[in-house]
């Protein structure tokens, strides 16, 4: 199981990376760099990569709306390139919220993209000139649609691969069942290990059936943010704001694939309540309402034992790479929950 963690997109990116030397002495194997309307992920990417050797690099994730598919093909070239074949292409839809609310660009047809994105960008890598007619994506753009001057073209730069890992995050059947099928890697957010196959397994099983042969097994990519002692109810009850805001606030009744996630766990009443508190501006509340059952299934916060039952029920579900947050106060502290955390997973 490998041990990854994500790095914070809000500030003190300098200081972060600084650590991650340490994090890496530790144990680290992954880290997760997000992308959602901060400081884009590329430019972060390519400053870890010159700072670091062993560690892999994975985009976690960006969103398919923001780039053309050669763009987001073209800087995952480059990413391995100059990480030495080290990067991890994660993609996923977000939302409408960020997607339409800070890029101006309407949320559409999410799953029919992914494929076509995936089918380009992996066109690209294996350096052939790039011909796609779909649904969504034309290359070169039809004469009748543009100057007719478009003609194909291949990448100029010889890839340091050309089958470059894509992650995708999704949380719905039929996404999922897309990820099965054509994905590297599965990140799934609030994974909750005893309902995993409920709530995915037909949907992974169908995916994997199309699945190509050439493709290695799916890797499951489980987050959870990680304390390790007694006493850590506070710790626990941290992660609350941070649960209400995508079960609570991210879209509207009927529109929160997060929300509808919760409620496939069986917290139906409870994401109703939760949503209508958020919605209704009365956060706090609303975070208080997060069941702290559901905390602590998502979580590896609490005595040693407590986590060691959570590892074992994750990688019992099939979790192959835990994302985790180390919750502690300096980078001393988050490298010996990195460490613990990886040899327990080992015992696992």
Not at 165 to 171: F, R, V
Request: one cysteine or more; proline letters at 6%.
């Amino acid at each position: 199981m490998r041990i990854g963690m994500p790095l914070n997109y809000s500030g003190g990116f300098k200081e972060t990376v600084d650590e991650l030397a340490t994090y890496e002495k530790a144990g680290l194997d992954i880290v997760f760099v997000p992308e959602a309307y901060s400081f884009d992920a590329v430019s972060q990417m390519g400053f870890i990569a010159a700072r670091t050797e062993r560690l892999e690099i994975a985009s976690g994730i960006l969103q398919i709306y923001t780039r053309t598919p050669t763009l987001t093909a073209m800087t995952a070239a480059g990413l391995d390139y100059v990480s030495d074949g080290r990067f991890t292409l994660g993609i996923g839809a977000s939302g409408p919220q960020v997607i339409e609310g800070f890029h101006g660009v309407p949320y559409h047809a999410p799953l029919g993209r992914t494929r076509e994105i995936v089918e380009i960008c992996r066109q690209v890598w294996r350096r052939e000139k790039v011909q796609h007619s779909g649904k969504h994506y034309q290359i070169p753009l039809p004469a009748d649609r543009g100057t007719g001057l478009g003609k194909p073209l291949k990448i100029i730069n010889h890839p340091v691969r050309d089958r470059i890992p894509i992650m995708i995050a999704a949380i719905g059947p039929k996404n999922v069942e897309l990820v099965a099928e054509i994905a590297e890697a599965w990140e799934p957010i609030f994974y909750l290990p005893e309902k995993a196959a409920d709530v995915w397994g037909e949907s992974l099983a169908a995916g994997r059936a199309r699945r190509d042969p050439s493709l290695p097994p799916l890797d499951v990519v489980a987050q959870a943010p990680l304390a390790i002692g007694d006493g850590l109810d506070d710790l626990l009850d941290l992660v609350r704001p941070h649960v209400a805001l995508y079960v609570g606030g991210m879209g509207a009744k009927g529109r929160n694939f997060y929300n509808n996630l919760a409620r496939r766990y069986g917290y139906e009443a409870e994401a109703e309540l939760i949503q209508d508190l958020y919605l209704s501006g009365r956060k706090d509340e609303a975070a208080a309402a997060v069941p702290r059952d559901l905390l602590e299934k998502t979580s590896l916060i609490g005595p040693e034992g407590h986590v060691r039952e959570r590892l074992a029920a994750l990688k019992e579900s099939g979790v192959t790479t835990l994302n985790v947050t180390p919750l502690a106060g300096d980078a001393a502290g988050r490298a010996k929950l990195i460490e613990r955390v990886r040899e327990l997973a080992a015992d696992a």
